[in-house]
């Protein structure tokens, strides 16, 4: 399956998991909770997933490389220690907590999450002195002496012995305790998760032309050679920062993360004919409306790699300014849910003055996220999200402190009249974007009006996470039209649905 499926699969299996019954004990007991075992290519995102699912779920999350334990770490040091047995004293030899069951205690003091994930990479390649113990690991949930703490669901991953020498093929007695999942490179799921990440789009689109190279590994008698999505996602971001430098990525830099030779060679290649067509063919000129006929002219005439590279400019453009769409909705929609707390109609004390009273706000309401940030329980764009909401709390603040001696009611319309403003930014941004894609849709027309790179075009805003979720506030009659005419009736009804569920 791919790794959207088996994401889905892990929290799935977790649900199940954690489900308790009328007197508070798990469905299914810890010793028959089989540890999922993820088994796919390197960097296909099985070790990626993980945080995802955690956050998703609202659990914690512990996570080792078992390859990087002896025996001693992984079981605990042994030591001595005297018992009576049938009125006899005798000395047992008994071992200290594991550093991976300690670190999942220290994780519930840290968090106050009391049920995570234990996650386990490159389980099939134990060090030989630690391989005995693992079947008792993986059926007891035991390391020494010590159980991992229940409500801790174990989660495992590993390659294929074809691309790693170091992997122990697990017997019969060992895999018929686990729960496996084979994972396999999907690329149409991949470029909706680079959409939403916001993959460079000249990575997106020249594996969108050759999805032959969106994960590839050999080994050759020159040795190893892989192209693998991580190193592609770590590429892209690298080549992103190298932009903000004023420096490009020649064949040497994209060698370093594409470790084959011919594809590295290749998109290197590719890049710097990227940069061009972005010079070339003005971009932004176009999305505000400026549409030169002889640029349009050259297009039509154009190779289809030259037509993909230029569309693939235009919808990074467009996604761009998507993302800023939603972005600015998100802060406008978390604000709001909080000043609505400060409303006179909420019922709250009218005592305090207006400012001590958002003050208050302010600060239970950062503590509450600081919690979730802490707990790993938030991405980068909600921290980011999260930190925007507070700047503006606190601006707030320091505006009615300024306007001293306010009538309650006086200090509550200024806060409405400065959440309008943030209002009226999220409504500009939209408009901006809406009429950028107006412009989009006027050049690909001038340029190839219902053809093949119109279905094209279609296909890669259904795809991205940005457009599809702007397109469902904004109605642009000409993406229906098309979809219509250029897509089939099912593939139409599909992106709809997708469309109507983003508001569920």
């Not at 790699?305 to 761009?320: F, I, P, T």
């Not at 302010?362 to 999200?385: C, F, I, M, P, T």
């Not at 959440?419 to 939209?430: I, N, Q």
């Amino acid at each position: 399956m791919n790794i959207k499926r088996a994401k889905e699969e892990i929290k799935n299996t977790i649900e199940a998991y954690l489900l308790k019954d009328a007197y508070g004990a798990y469905e299914i007991p810890a010793v028959q909770q089989r540890p999922v075992f993820l088994m796919g290519p390197p960097g296909v995102g099985k070790t990626q997933i993980m945080g995802q699912v955690a956050r998703e779920c609202g659990i914690g999350l512990v996570a080792y490389t078992i390859t990087h334990h002896t025996r001693q770490s992984a079981v605990g040091l042994p030591f001595i220690n005297e018992k009576e047995f049938g009125g006899n004293v005798c000395r047992v030899t008994e071992y200290t907590m594991s550093e991976i069951v300690a670190s999942i205690y220290n994780k519930i003091e840290d968090t106050g999450l009391k049920e995570g994930i234990l996650f386990i990479d490159e389980i099939n390649c134990v060090s030989e002195t630690l391989a005995p113990t693992m079947l008792q690991f993986l059926q007891y949930k035991t390391f020494g002496n010590h159980r991992i703490p229940d409500g801790w669901v174990l989660v495992t991953a590993g390659n294929p012995p074809e691309y790693n020498k170091s992997v122990r093929d697990f017997d019969v007695v060992t895999l018929d305790r686990l729960k496996l999942i084979h994972v396999e490179p999907d690329f149409e799921v991949w470029k909706a998760y680079a959409y939403e990440q916001s993959i460079h789009p000249a990575v997106i689109s020249y594996l969108n032309a050759r999805t032959e190279y969106f994960c590839r590994i050999e080994t050759t008698v020159d040795g190893k050679f892989f192209a693998t999505p991580r190193g592609w996602e770590d590429l892209s971001k690298f080549i992103e920062i190298y932009e903000r430098l004023g420096k490009k990525a020649d064949r040497d830099v994209v060698g370093e993360y594409i470790q084959f030779p011919v594809i590295a060679k290749d998109f290197a290649n590719y890049l710097e004919i990227y940069y061009k067509y972005r010079d070339d063919y003005q971009i932004d000129e176009i999305l505000t409306g400026i549409i030169r006929e002889s640029l349009c002219n050259r297009l039509k005439r154009a190779p289809f790699d030259e037509k993909l590279n230029v569309m693939g400019l235009l919808l990074s453009r467009l996604g761009q300014s998507f993302r800023s769409v939603s972005h600015q909705g998100d802060k406008t929609e978390l604000l709001l849910e909080e000043l609505k707390k400060l409303s006179p109609k909420a019922g709250s004390s009218q005592d305090a003055s207006m400012a001590d009273r958002l003050e208050a706000l302010r600060v239970q309401w950062n503590g509450e996220w600081e919690r979730k940030r802490s707990a790993g329980l938030l991405n980068r764009r909600e921290d980011y999200l999260r930190r925007d909401v507070e700047a503006l709390l606190l601006q707030y603040e320091e505006v009615l402190r300024r306007d001293e001696n306010q009538e309650n009611e006086t200090a509550w319309n200024r806060i409405r009249e400065m959440f309008e403003e943030e209002k009226a930014r999220y409504d500009s941004l939209s408009e901006e974007a809406g009429n950028a894609l107006e412009h989009a849709f006027d050049f690909m027309e001038a340029a190839f009006g219902d053809g093949q790179e119109m279905v094209v075009f279609l296909t890669e805003l259904n795809t991205g996470f940005y457009s599809v979720k702007f397109l469902k506030e904004y109605d642009c009659e000409r993406y229906y039209q098309y979809n219509e005419r250029l897509l089939f009736k099912d593939r139409e009804n599909e992106i709809k649905a997708r469309i109507d569920g983003l508001g569920k």
